[in-house]
Each structure stands twice: as structure tokens, then as C-alpha cells.
């Protein structure tokens, strides 16, 4: 493509039709399928923007990227401003500590990525065909923008491994973090999954089912038209628990679960637990074209291993009975390992603006994507699979 290409940052999805954002996000969904992943979507982000969870006073402030070649939106990148590093799940906390120490200043910074979220998919979104032209105009771009407001850095977080290698490419650094998926190899049931494990993790799974499935009550996976207001009440109690004790407060506010029942609710599959009436539990998922994705987990009762059932094995059964790819559950979490669950690289590129901070940051990426590497060998090694099995994932 010779023609110019123009830059533009906007101030929310909402300035953008959701056509022109979902041709370069979603162009796989055009036709009324699935997304690959829906967090890219206009209706995903416009639900963060519209209910407060992102915007004024957040720390995210929304700033999406628009690539044009005259009137046609070409690429586009969820791109905001942020004033911490907290919701990002691929860290830079001592980064940001060490600059400052020296005397910079580190925030605000701009950060292409999915709030809350580290799921990882495209960030760099451009019409098919114009992939190259398109991640080469955002990053562009954006390392402009930065540059020319004298801001520390520059972050793409949970790309994928192709936009991560091209990111490199075009001189950013490109860092390697890691995460634990399910993978599906065909399997027609659980007890098809649970084959494949050694036998003394194959009855510890099976014992952590029975107890979690006694708890006294019942199990209810909902998604679509079957989920309604009082669910989203129910499940609002026990984000607000988990998140004040992980987080301190919540991130995401009452009003996106009504976005999301408005407007996404095809989108989610939620698990809820029910005993005596009332939903005691849950797990929020969203559904992507190949692809599970667990997201959030609360309870107002505690019962043992529920959160194995609803968050994880419940996730299994819904994967292989939809014939997806993958469950990813979130981020961290080695007790995951033991359920299924292998270690996976998960990527990100980062530019920064000062010549010394930028060459340390790149010692220690080095150094870390070397421990990463290592780190999975030896946990994958330590897996659930039979050694048979596990010789064919490796």
C-alpha cells in the first residue's frame, strides 16, 4: 500500500463505528461466527468504557489507536494511558520502581492491551491482508506518540507469537512470560482426559470431583438466554469478595456485568453453584472461536474443591463437549498443573524511551525468558500425563 497512512488516537471505541473496529479485531466473525477471542471486540472494550471500568479516575485511560490510507480504517489498537501498572498480569512493577529510584518517571506510560485481562490474542489489529502494513503503522505510531510526549515506555501485553516476532523485528524487545493452558487432544469425555494422566493423579482428580460435586446442592452452567439479572447479582457478591482480597478493590464495576448481559451474554459462560436456593459460587468464562477462556472466580461459602470444580473441571467438560482447542485459565497458579493444566510461553514487546534504562531492561529480559524457558521444561516434566503422553506433548 504507497498511500499515506495517517495516525489518529481517539478518545474511546465509541468515536469509532464498530464495523470499521471489528474488521480489523474480529474479521474471522464477519459472517456471524465466533471471534477468536471476543476481548478485542468493539462490544467488549465499549462495555469497559461505558460502565466505568475503565476512564477517569481508573488509571486506564482509553486512547485507542486508528491506522487510515485515506477514508478506510486499516488497523487499530486498544491502546490507553496509564498512570500504574495495576489489571496488566505481565508485570513491571520493579521496572517501574528501579526508573524512578534513578530519578525518572515512570508513569504515565501507554499500554496496548486488553484491561484486565491476560488472555493472550491479537493486539495489533489490521484488515487481512494488511497485517504487515498495519502492525508496522501502529507500532510506528505509537513509539511516536510516546517519544514526542517524553513518556518512560511503550507496552503490547499477551500478544500473540506472530505480532511479538514482528514486534522484535521493528526494534522493540520482546519479553517472554508464561501461563498454564488446557490443551484438547481429541478427547470425547472427561474420562477420555483423565485416561491419559498416571493413575495417582487420575484418582486424585476423580476424588477432588466427587467431593466438589457433593457440596449439597447444584451445578448450573449457563450461557445466551439462559442466564438472567439475579445470575449477574449472584456472581457480582462473589467478584466483589475475591477481588477486595486480591486486588483491594474490584476492578470492574457493577454496571459492565449489565453490559455484558446486554450485550455479550453469548459470550460468557457462567458457573454457578446453587445449594438451598441460593448460588453459594461461581466462575465467569468467556467463549472464543477455538478457545475458553476463565476469567473470574468468587464464593460466599467454602467448600472443598469447588473452585477445582467450577473454575476448572467444569471448563474441561465445556471444551470438550464444544470440541474447543484450548481452556485458559488466567493467569499464574502451579496448582493448576496437577489438573491439566501445562505451561505455556505467553509473549509481550516493550519500548523504552531512555537509552540506559532500556539496555538493563533488556539484560534482565534475556536473562528472564532463559529462566522461563527452564522453568517450563522442568514443570511440564513434573505434569499429570502418563510418560507416554506426556513425550507426545513435548
Known amino acids: 500500500m504507497r498511500e499515506t497512512i495517517e495516525i489518529n488516537l481517539l478518545g474511546g471505541v465509541s468515536e469509532i463505528p464498530a464495523g470499521d473496529w471489528d474488521a480489523c479485531a474480529c474479521p474471522e466473525a464477519a459472517e456471524g461466527g465466533r471471534p477468536d477471542d471476543p476481548f478485542t471486540t468493539h462490544r467488549f472494550l465499549s462495555a469497559l468504557e461505558r460502565s466505568g471500568s475503565v476512564g477517569p479516575g481508573t488509571g486506564w485511560d482509553a486512547r485507542p489507536l486508528v491506522a487510515r490510507a485515506g477514508e478506510q480504517v486499516i488497523a487499530v489498537a486498544p491502546l490507553y494511558v496509564k498512570s500504574h501498572s495495576q489489571g496488566e498480569y505481565i508485570f513491571d512493577f520493579n521496572w517501574a520502581h528501579a526508573y524512578e529510584r534513578a530519578g525518572g518517571r515512570y508513569y504515565p506510560k501507554l499500554q496496548i492491551a486488553v484491561p484486565f485481562t491476560p488472555a493472550t490474542g491479537r493486539r495489533l489489529l489490521a484488515l487481512p491482508g494488511l497485517e504487515e502494513t498495519g502492525r508496522a503503522a501502529l507500532v510506528q505510531g505509537a513509539v511516536q506518540i510516546a517519544a514526542e510526549n517524553q513518556l518512560s515506555s511503550l507496552h503490547v501485553t499477551f500478544c500473540t507469537a506472530e505480532e511479538a516476532e514482528a514486534g522484535a523485528a521493528m526494534g522493540l524487545m520482546h519479553r517472554v512470560t508464561q501461563q498454564f493452558h488446557w490443551e484438547n487432544r481429541g478427547y470425547d469425555s472427561f474420562d477420555a482426559f483423565l485416561a491419559g494422566l498416571s493413575s495417582r493423579k487420575r484418582k486424585t482428580l476423580r476424588k477432588e470431583r466427587r467431593v466438589a460435586q457433593a457440596f449439597g ?4 452452567a449457563l450461557t445466551g438466554d439462559d442466564l438472567r439479572p439475579e445470575h449477574w447479582d449472584a456472581f457480582w457478591h462473589f467478584y466483589q469478595d475475591t477481588g477486595s482480597r486480591k486486588w483491594g478493590t474490584p476492578y470492574l464495576t457493577r454496571a459492565f456485568f449489565d453490559e455484558l448481559h446486554r450485550t455479550m451474554r453469548d459470550d460468557v459462560l457462567l458457573v454457578l453453584a446453587e445449594r438451598d436456593g441460593a448460588y453459594v459460587a461461581g466462575a465467569l468464562n468467556f467463549i472464543g472461536r477455538d478457545t475458553l477462556y476463565g476469567r473470574y472466580w468468587g464464593c460466599v461459602e467454602d467448600h472443598p474443591c469447588l473452585h477445582f470444580e467450577l473454575c476448572y473441571y467444569q471448563a ?5 463437549e464444544h470440541g474447543l482447542a ?12 496437577a489438573r491439566g493444566y501445562l505451561p505455556v510461553e505467553t509473549h509481550s514487546l516493550h519500548w523504552i524511551g531512555d537509552p540506559g534504562f532500556r539496555d538493563a531492561i533488556a539484560r534482565f529480559v534475556e536473562a528472564e525468558a532463559r529462566a522461563v524457558g527452564e522453568e517450563i521444561e522442568v514443570l511440564t516434566a513434573y505434569g499429570p500425563f502418563r510418560r507416554d503422553d506426556r513425550q507426545e506433548q513435548e
Do not use: S
Request: no cysteine; proline share 0%; net charge negative.
Open 217 to 220: 446442592g447444584t451445578i448450573h
Open 326 to 337: 484450548r481452556v485458559e485459565a488466567g493467569a499464574q497458579g502451579e496448582h493448576k498443573l
Open 316 to 320: 474441561i467438560d465445556y471444551a470438550i
